[in-house]
């Protein structure tokens, strides 16, 4: 078998769900590739991200079979949300495999061949450890893709979206500290790659904002995020309103964003793959109808996270040793030993009772008299005292 046989194999398999197939063509499209170029080559990148990807999907299906979250009938492996472990439902992931332009939010990159009965082969395998190889080899990826960033505006994306892809290992192992170091590493390369209107920045806000919902003390976090893949697809919309109205021209074969300082730079049109500007005017009318419905579903989403209750900013052990002086104090309050705050306590108290004897006494005086405590009163009372 061939490099080129075993990638068709795997794609195949990966697209009709079929994730172990799916893992064992890739792995021996590796083998056969790291022994012609070498484990280290820039060759093998690609490839290991494919098959990281793989494992990945593996581990997710696995889990579910083992009784962890399902995910919704109808998603689609390559596009739509799938099921997480981690109690909070659904979360976006890549479409596609590494070769592919990635197609977010749910629109199919590939069309479904016919679905044949579903193998019940992998049922004994062990999630946990396609999750840690999954780890293991999206690293020698990112590895690969590091070394060559700089040189290549396409590895730099390819290294977005192997930190994207790591984000969601991690956050399927709950492991969120490391999905949000992740996350941000690799939204912050398509932010200097991509503009706003993208959606692969939309789906990298929305997965930041999912884990830092799961993360204590993040909630205004998670909302900053949410919204800022909100604003992400309006954006999105706007400019395929445009492209329908006839608004702007095609795209050139290479195209030029601008940095952060300023200057131009060109970008290879694989980097802008889910460029308006590639697609006819049937494809941006039926995304204009998902992107519509995909604002409302972030916009409930924003409006869920601002309802949630407020979090405390504190770390459990910070609480713990407050809530312990606090309770120490209290005891304190009421042992002999202490008299500057006992002394200042009865002496509060010892004042409001003296108020209260006095005020006592006027009354019972004013009984006295007759309940009139007024001068003519007590002349009156005098007078009729001696007349008697």
């Not at 390559?78 to 109690?87: I, V």
């Not at 290479?254 to 793959?273: C, L, M, N, P, Y």
Request: hydrophobic letters at 35%; glycine letters at 8%; proline letters at 4%.
């Amino acid at each position: 078998m061939t490099v080129e046989t075993a990638l068709e194999h795997a794609r195949r398999a990966f697209a009709l769900k079929k994730y172990e197939q799916a893992v064992e063509y890739y792995a021996t499209a590796l083998e056969l590739q790291t022994k012609k170029h070498g484990e280290d080559a820039p060759e093998t990148a690609n490839l290991y991200f494919s098959y990281g990807k793989a494992l990945l999907e593996n581990a997710i299906s696995q889990a579910s079979v083992l009784g962890k979250e399902q995910p919704e009938n109808g998603d689609e492996a390559e596009g739509k949300p799938s099921g997480t472990g981690n109690g909070k439902g659904p979360i976006l992931s890549f479409s596609g495999d590494a070769d592919e332009g990635v197609d977010l939010f749910g629109q199919a990159a590939i069309t479904e061949e016919e679905e044949g009965e579903e193998d019940a082969e992998g049922e004994d395998g062990e999630p946990e450890d396609d999750f840690n190889a999954a780890w293991e080899v999206l690293e020698l990826a990112r590895a690969i893709y590091e070394k060559g960033k700089d040189e290549d505006e396409e590895v730099k994306m390819k290294l977005a979206e192997t930190y994207i892809t790591l984000g969601d290992v991690s956050l399927e192992t709950e492991k969120f500290d490391q999905a949000i170091t992740d996350y941000s590493e690799g939204l912050a390369l398509k932010l200097n790659l991509l503009p706003i209107s993208s959606r692969q920045i939309a789906e990298a806000h929305y997965k930041l904002s999912i884990v830092l919902d799961l993360t204590s003390g993040r909630l205004s976090d998670a909302i900053l995020h949410a919204e800022k893949a909100l604003e992400s697809v309006d954006a999105r919309l706007s400019e395929l309103r445009d492209g329908i109205d006839g608004k702007f021209l095609p795209a050139p074969s290479r195209e030029t964003i601008t940095d952060k300082k300023g200057k131009g730079k060109a970008v290879g049109s694989g980097v802008h793959a889910d460029s308006v500007h590639h697609l006819t005017k049937s494809q941006m009318e039926a995304e204009i109808k998902e992107c519509e419905g995909l604002k409302e579903d972030l916009a409930l989403k924003v409006e869920e996270l601002k309802t949630t209750p407020s979090e405390p900013t504190e770390s459990a052990p910070a609480m713990a040793a407050k809530a312990l002086d606090a309770e120490l104090n209290a005891k304190s309050i009421s042992v002999p030993g202490q008299p500057a705050v006992v002394n200042d306590l009865t002496s509060l108290v010892v004042k409001k009772k003296n108020k209260t004897v006095e005020l006592d006494a006027s009354a019972k005086r004013r009984a006295d008299d007759g309940g009139d405590g007024s001068p003519t009163a007590k002349k009156a009372k005098l007078e009729e005292d001696a007349q008697s």
